[in-house]
């Protein structure tokens, strides 16, 4: 004899595999590391559409070309390294019209690099350190600063009044044209 039982499917408690579900989100959430961006940090020009080209003397240009196999052609001049670059970009922006090769004042200075589609990111980096070097060698002099202590300044308070007063009247002019 045989009885009959009725089974009543089993039921999973919604609750606690939601709880399992939070957790394990909030598991994942806190030991996955997200890559950052890297890159450059260079300041734009501002939309020129509406701004008319303004002409610039030759002698305000310093030309740096790159080329595909990272030689370099420095005003002209052929060049296998950049060696010696950062010192002829101080006494280029710092001319103040002296020397009727050099830039007429540091106002007037532009640094012009353009590469070649194949140059090498390093070489590019090189030359914009040397750029930027030149500059802050000049804006640390001016502050009575080693470039070091410079560059460790903040921009806060009289930090900021320091950096602000130092590249009074010298804009970092770098032009970084399109690659051929």
Same mark, same amino acid.
């Given at each position: +004899?045989?009885?009959?039982?009725?089974?009543?499917?089993? %039921?999973?408690?919604?609750?606690? *595999?939601?709880?399992?579900?939070? &957790?394990? &989100?909030?598991?994942? *959430?806190?030991?996955?590391?997200?890559?950052?961006?890297?890159?450059?940090?260079?300041? &734009? $020009?501002?939309?020129?559409?509406?701004?008319?080209? %303004?002409? +610039? !003397?030759?002698?305000?240009?310093?030309?740096?070309?790159?080329?595909?196999?990272?030689?370099? *052609?420095?005003?002209?001049?052929?060049?296998?390294? $950049?060696?010696?670059?950062?010192?002829?970009?101080?006494?280029?922006? +710092?001319? !103040?019209?002296?020397?009727?090769?050099?830039?007429?004042? @540091?106002?007037?200075?532009?640094?012009?690099?353009?590469?070649?589609?194949?140059?090498? %990111?390093? *070489?590019?980096?090189?030359?914009?350190?040397?750029?930027?070097?030149?500059?802050?060698?000049?804006?640390?002099?001016?502050?009575?600063?080693?470039?070091?202590?410079?560059?460790?300044?903040?921009?806060?308070?009289?930090?900021?009044?320091?950096? %602000?007063?130092?590249?009074?009247?010298? @804009? +970092?002019?770098?032009?970084?044209?399109? @690659?051929?």
């Amino acid at each position: +004899m045989k009885s009959i039982i009725e089974k009543t499917p089993v %039921q999973a408690n919604a609750g606690s *595999m939601a709880d399992i579900a939070f &957790l394990l &989100l909030i598991f994942f *959430m806190i030991t996955t590391t997200i890559a950052s961006d890297k890159g450059l940090t260079l300041q &734009l $020009p501002p939309d020129t559409n509406d701004q008319p080209v %303004q002409k +610039m !003397h030759e002698r305000n240009i310093f030309k740096i070309l790159i080329n595909s196999q990272d030689q370099l *052609m420095i005003e002209g001049e052929r060049r296998n390294t $950049p060696y010696g670059l950062k010192e002829e970009l101080k006494e280029f922006i +710092m001319n !103040h019209g002296k020397n009727k090769n050099l830039s007429d004042s @540091p106002s007037a200075a532009v640094i012009s690099i353009k590469t070649n589609r194949a140059t090498t %990111q390093q *070489m590019f980096i090189t030359i914009l350190d040397a750029a930027k070097a030149a500059y802050y060698e000049v804006y640390a002099q001016r502050a009575g600063l080693t470039p070091e202590e410079y560059r460790k300044l903040g921009n806060t308070g009289k930090d900021k009044v320091i950096i %602000q007063k130092a590249s009074d009247g010298i @804009p +970092m002019n770098i032009s970084i044209a399109e @690659p051929d």
